[in-house]
């Protein structure tokens, strides 16, 4: 069964700090993707990596950064968190599209609340 | 147009109905579409490939039109377990950095009633 793992499922922290969210995809999956989801705004996409050490950015980056030494995790790094940082984030990984399928997993998600 | 344009609902059905939800694309280039289901609080889960043929899963039947770059998903004899929002899905391009994304559409909120 694929699973995608995500370090927490809720996370409160101060405007101003450090925040990391990690992520874990047991597939052997060479893309691996970060999400945000708001309410009204769907999914959007903040990074995604195709391969260890690389990193493309998606359609909202600012604010974020990214960091894939391992193929299995995809990290997602707020710098400075601000309240607009208030979010649902969702790890998804797949496989690249010559394998047959473009079908993403998903981790659970994690709420994070910027105070 | 926007990239991926659902409609916004939401819909409330009795049990037992057929429900279609529609989506509209922006990119000619796109080549696979999906349907997938988020039940509240949870992450997306595929509920169904889209092929150009169109293509059926029991209660479920998915169509693509890429003259029209439409696709839709008809659910007959709903259940009350149907409830859920459901996102519609596109990815970019063949080749290129586009290749590995996907676009979701903002999602369709469907509630079965008893």
């Known amino acids: 069964d694929v699973k995608v793992t995500q370090s927490s499922r809720y996370l409160v922290k101060r405007t101003g700090e450090k925040v990391f969210l990690e992520c874990v995809q047991d597939m052997d999956h060479e893309n691996m993707f970060w999400y945000r989801q708001d309410p009204g705004l769907g999914l959007r996409l903040i990074y995604f990596?195709?391969?260890?050490?690389?990193?493309e950015k998606g359609d909202i980056p600012e604010g974020y950064s990214v960091s894939r030494e391992k193929k299995e995790r995809f990290s997602l790094i707020l710098e400075s968190a601000s309240t607009n940082q208030t979010s649902m984030y969702l790890c998804?990984?797949?496989?690249?599209?010559?394998?047959?399928?473009?079908?993403?997993?998903f981790g659970p998600g994690t709420r994070l609340t910027v105070l | 147009r926007k990239e991926v344009e659902q409609d916004p609902g939401p819909f409330n059905v009795p049990e037992g109905a057929t429900v279609a939800f529609n989506c509209t694309y922006s990119n000619s280039a796109s080549q696979s579409f999906f349907w997938y289901r988020q039940d509240c609080r949870k992450e997306p889960k595929l509920l169904m490939s889209v092929y150009s043929s169109g293509n059926e899963d029991g209660r479920f039947t998915a169509q693509l039109n890429r003259a029209s770059q439409y696709i839709s998903l008809l659910i007959r004899d709903s259940k009350l377990s149907d409830s859920a929002t459901y996102l519609c899905?596109?990815?970019?391009?063949?080749?290129?950095?586009?290749?590995?994304?996907?676009?979701f559409g903002k999602g369709t909120l469907l509630t079965v009633n008893p």
């Open positions: 998804a990984s797949n496989a690249p599209w010559d394998r047959g399928t473009d079908t993403q997993y």
């Open positions: 899905v596109v990815t970019g391009a063949r080749g290129g950095g586009s290749n590995y994304k996907l676009t």
């Open positions: 990596s195709y391969d260890v050490k690389m990193k």
